[in-house]
């Protein structure tokens, strides 16, 4: 007999999915089940490194932490890392697998299927349930053909699916009900019931849509879920989520500048900055200046680094950032931004894109050579000076070096030192992910600016979330339904 497993697909991209699978997950966790969470497919650059050395989605690592056990490769056992427009970088269980344009990996997916599955029936095998996330829209039938992501994956293991439209979106009932008539009758049935996702206001006004999109559809109403803060705590999984904004907050804040790149990655990197109340983010759009009366530019961690580097420079960014410094304006590097900082950047095998070179921003006296070995480790240390603990992990191509590393950014937990900076001690570049999130970390970094955190344990915060999330589900849907969905759960159908 199989073992329980459930999925929810959405009517499209950034519905909720991901944070819904990580509040149910918690949820039952909390009712005394072992969780796992699973993502066939995943498209993100904000990636997480694993215990058993490779890399998964940000969301699946989040929804891990809400299962209460470690990531897993086999959790997002294929991962795809947009390296420009049209084409990415693939990643099956956690290593680099190649590159494909959009076209050409629609080829690559059936031989991908048998990997999948073998990630599936390892999560199985530890737990009591297994909760699947889909990807993007269920009503995508033109990639209906050799899908692993979603109807492609329900069909093979017989999983059952819950479909999940957002009512902020508009037009939700149009595309629940259209999703409906889209599908192949097969695909359609394999949904058993719908959540309408978001609410703002009075929920009763929304009543006779959740019969009309049942009595249409024949799915069961699994609940209407009101718009809930405390989701705003939790990490973004997309770039798409990240919301740009132009300054304009009160004076008492210190206003912290990034420049939004088209290949942005790992900014998750930013949100504990984002919560902190003396704080003011400002995430910059092409088509506008930095601001400069900011106290700190952070160049964040980017996965085609020199052709973001020329978009930095297309929009003007690096005039901006040498006028920052000159009026004695701090400026940090994250990974690709760290990169960016240096001389050059060398890409002599096309590692991120075309083979190329290219002058860096000059604001640290190192180099690098991007190469196609990756790190991916967990890191410890202190943070120099002020030789404060931290941690994160590093995901990176290419090596860096030059004069400035004699002066690193953090001693390692083996005492091998890390990153570089100025002699003036206002630039630096780091390869660690994850620095904000420790707490007396982000203080240090912050004093140095003359800021004054508040007290504030960031990961608790992360923890209280998802604990008001799980509340927020039982009060809102019918979970023993869903229970009652996983456990019915067929063979494969084909």
Avoid at 105 to 111: D, E, L, M, S, V
Wanted: hydrophobic share 45%.
């Amino acid at each position: 007999m199989p073992l329980p497993a459930l999925m929810l697909q959405g009517t499209g991209s950034s519905v909720g999915k991901s944070v819904l699978v990580a509040g149910l997950a918690r949820a039952l966790v909390r009712r005394g089940l072992r969780v796992r969470p699973f993502k066939p497919q995943n498209m993100s650059n904000n990636a997480a490194v694993t215990a058993d050395g490779g890399e998964i989605g940000r969301a699946q690592a989040l929804q891990a932490r809400a299962c209460g056990v470690a990531p897993s490769v086999h959790m997002n056992p294929v991962l795809l890392k947009p390296q420009s427009e049209i084409g990415s970088q693939i990643v099956v269980q956690g290593q680099v697998f190649g590159s494909a344009r959009a076209r050409a990996y629609q080829a690559i997916k059936p031989t991908l299927m048998p990997r999948v599955l073998e990630s599936f029936a390892r999560l199985q095998a530890e737990c009591d349930i297994v909760l699947v996330e889909g990807a993007g829209s269920a009503s995508e039938i033109n990639l209906r053909r050799n899908d692993i992501a979603n109807m492609g994956f329900a069909a093979a293991t017989g999983t059952p699916v819950v479909l999940v439209g957002d009512i902020e979106r508009g037009g939700v009932i149009a595309s629940l009900v259209g999703t409906r008539a889209v599908l192949d009758p097969d695909d359609a049935a394999r949904i058993r019931g719908f959540i309408v996702n978001r609410m703002r206001g009075d929920p009763s006004l929304f009543e006779d849509g959740m019969r009309e999109i049942a009595a249409r559809t024949g799915w069961a109403a699994i609940g209407l879920l009101p718009h809930l803060d405390a989701v705003s705590r939790l990490p973004a999984e997309d770039a798409a989520d990240l919301r740009p904004f132009a300054p304009g907050c009160g004076a008492d804040r210190l206003r912290v500048a990034v420049p939004l790149l088209p290949m942005i990655s790992n900014f998750d990197d930013l949100d504990p900055l984002a919560a902190e109340p003396g704080i003011e983010l400002v995430l910059v759009p092409p088509g506008r200046a930095l601001p400069g009366d900011c106290a700190l530019v952070i160049l964040p961690g980017s996965k085609s680094t020199l052709a973001d580097l020329g978009r930095l420079r297309g929009e003007g960014w690096d005039i901006d950032i040498a006028a920052h410094v000159r009026r004695g304006g701090h400026v940090l590097g994250l990974c690709g931004g760290y990169q960016m900082l240096g001389r050059t950047i060398e890409d002599p095998d096309g590692s991120e894109g075309k083979p190329g070179r290219a002058p860096g921003l000059g604001l640290l006296d190192v180099g690098t050579r991007l190469d196609g070995s990756k790190v991916l480790e967990p890191v410890s240390g202190l943070l120099l000076p002020e030789a404060v603990p931290c941690s994160g992990y590093e995901m990176h191509i290419g090596r860096t070096a030059g004069p400035d590393l004699s002066r690193p950014f953090l001693l390692r937990a083996d005492r091998s030192p890390e990153g570089a900076v100025s002699a003036d001690g206002r630039i630096a570049g780091t390869y660690l992910h994850g620095l904000f999130t420790n707490d007396a970390a982000r203080a240090a970094l912050l004093g140095r600016l003359g800021a004054a955190p508040a007290p504030r344990d960031h990961e608790a915060g992360i923890e209280a979330a998802l604990d008001a999330l799980a509340e927020h589900l039982e009060a809102h849907l019918d979970i023993d339904r869903l229970l009652a969905i996983a456990a019915a759960r067929a063979g494969p159908i084909c």
